[in-house]
């Protein structure tokens, strides 16, 4: 069945440092969405990516879907404490409504 | 999100019980999904369900059962809890294929 790995499974940063999380699938996507979940909290939906080769942004945060829509990253540049939590893809394909999650990427910033 | 909420928030069950834990959705979603949470695994999907009466066994379905009489309600219910069980629960919907997940609060499950 279809697998989507998130790396790095944490990753701790000073505030002000950059951070990226990356997710690679074992298929083709139709489409890859991002969600946030702080902590004790819900996964609350961020993007949604479909085209080959897209690039959206939300202020300091920056989306990509490879050209072969087998991989996705999201990069948050100058890190907030706002910015902790936990950082999800799910991607869909073949046809499926059923989106598969990534594990997902603590994100813990350090003042 | 307001629209779907999850009942109870926390509850405290015996091995052996039977739980069930409640979703609802304000928006006629045709899509719910019952996902759990579990520290190293992220989110797992339990079973959906693309309209009402119809539903669907996900990767970790063993043990439990749904329904969905209505586009609104989709409950869960564990048969008879195991310890294994514990963990959080989330439900969500969508409106269509392809779009947005919109999830509840979660429900905190603990099997003693």
């Known amino acids: 069945g279809q697998q989507v790995m998130q790396i790095p499974q944490y990753q701790h940063v000073q505030e002000g440092e950059d951070f990226t999380t990356y997710c690679n699938s074992s298929?083709?996507?139709?489409?890859i969405q991002w969600y946030k979940q702080r902590p004790g909290g819900h996964p609350v939906f961020l993007i949604q990516?479909?085209?080959?080769?897209e690039v959206k942004k939300q202020k300091r945060l920056t989306f990509q879907f490879g050209e072969a829509k087998k991989n996705s990253s999201l990069h948050i540049t100058a890190t907030q404490t706002t910015d902790v939590g936990t950082y999800f893809c799910?991607?869909?394909?073949?046809?499926?409504?059923?989106?598969?999650f990534g594990r997902g990427t603590s994100l813990i910033v350090h003042p | 999100d307001a629209g779907i909420t999850q009942s109870p928030r926390y509850k405290i069950t015996e091995t052996g019980r039977q739980v069930t834990l409640m979703c609802h959705q304000t928006w006629s979603h045709s899509y719910m999904f019952w996902y759990r949470q579990d520290l190293g695994h992220g989110l797992r999907l339990i079973y959906y369900s693309a309209a009402a009466d119809i539903t669907d066994k996900g990767e970790v379905s063993d043990g439990y059962v749904v329904s969905r009489s209505k586009t609104e309600n989709f409950p869960l219910t564990l048969e008879s809890a195991t310890r294994s069980q514990t963990s959080v629960y989330f439900c969500a919907s969508s409106e269509t294929d392809n779009s947005p997940l919109h999830f509840g609060n979660g429900t905190r499950l603990t099997v003693t």
């Open positions: 990516l479909v085209k080959s080769g």
């Open positions: 298929t083709t996507l139709s489409n």
């Open positions: 799910a991607g869909e394909s073949g046809g499926s409504y059923i989106p598969t």
